[in-house]
């Protein structure tokens, strides 16, 4: 049997979609991605139409919605859509099933774009971050949130070292940053989230590489050229 990557990422997502749904609020809410929206408004203006990619259960996108920004989510697992649309839907929030690397939006649809933790879990993360690009109005912004070295998650593709086929990318932020600056992005700022065990504080005054070496997730602001 042929092994499809993006049929087995659907497969696996919609597999996890009872735990994501119970967790979401609380990661939302008070854990590791409670910094993400007001980092993001700090660089986002209010109102804009934005592309919350990779948006599970759809609470990051209900979030947002909240702060004024008309939303569009979208996710590959079909499971992980019905319960966003279930969640809440109206005019400024929408939820449709989709692939991160064949958008089934026009070009230049968004003013920005959130997307967190979800170009790990495509084959080809380039093919993804140009996908992002095309979407994207020129001069839009790009939140982007990758798993960092210290991430759980990323247990998700250690059979690779036995050869097994895996649908987790083991891409480091440095390795995105780099991506995104050589294919025509802006880097406009970043911060961590770190796990248990590291204050921010006391990483604040490290070189950026070994700060993100540290951390559960590395959060960037990019801008379409």
């Given at each position: 049997m042929t092994f499809?990557?993006?049929?087995?990422?659907?497969?696996?997502?919609?597999?996890?979609?009872e735990f994501w749904n119970t967790n979401s609020q609380t990661m939302w809410d008070e854990g590791s991605r409670k910094t993400i929206i007001p980092f993001l408004k700090k660089y986002v203006k209010e109102g804009g139409h934005i592309a919350d990619l990779g948006c599970g259960d759809?609470?990051?996108?209900?979030?947002?919605?909240?702060?004024?920004?008309?939303?569009?989510?979208?996710d590959i697992s079909v499971d992980m859509i019905q319960r966003a649309k279930s969640r809440v839907e109206n005019?400024?929030?929408?939820?449709?099933?989709?692939?991160?690397?064949?958008?089934?939006?026009?070009?230049?649809?968004?003013d920005s774009i959130m997307a967190i933790n979800c170009l790990e879990?495509?084959?080809?993360?380039?093919?993804?971050?140009?996908?992002?690009?095309?979407?994207?109005?020129?001069?839009?912004?790009?939140c982007i949130g990758i798993l960092g070295p210290t991430a759980m998650p990323r247990k998700n593709s250690y059979r690779r070292v036995y050869g097994d086929k895996v649908i987790c990318n083991t891409m480091m932020p440095w390795e995105l940053?780099?991506?995104?600056?050589?294919?025509?992005?802006?880097?406009?700022?970043?911060?961590?989230?770190?796990?248990?065990?590291?204050?921010?504080?006391?990483?604040?005054?490290?070189?950026?590489?070994?700060?993100?070496?540290?951390?559960?997730?590395?959060?960037f602001i990019f801008e379409k050229e």
């Open positions: 499809e990557w993006h049929k087995e990422a659907e497969k696996q997502w919609d597999g996890r979609a759809g609470y990051g996108s209900f979030k947002l919605e909240k702060e004024g920004y008309r939303v569009t989510g979208l005019e400024n929030l929408q939820f449709t099933q989709g692939d991160l690397v064949n958008l089934p939006f026009e070009k230049e649809s968004f879990w495509v084959e080809v993360p380039y093919q993804g971050l140009e996908e992002m690009k095309r979407v994207l109005n020129p001069g839009g912004r790009l940053e780099q991506m995104a600056i050589e294919t025509g992005w802006k880097h406009i700022d970043g911060h961590g989230v770190y796990k248990r065990g590291v204050e921010e504080q006391d990483a604040a005054g490290f070189a950026k590489e070994l700060q993100q070496s540290l951390t559960f997730m590395w959060v």
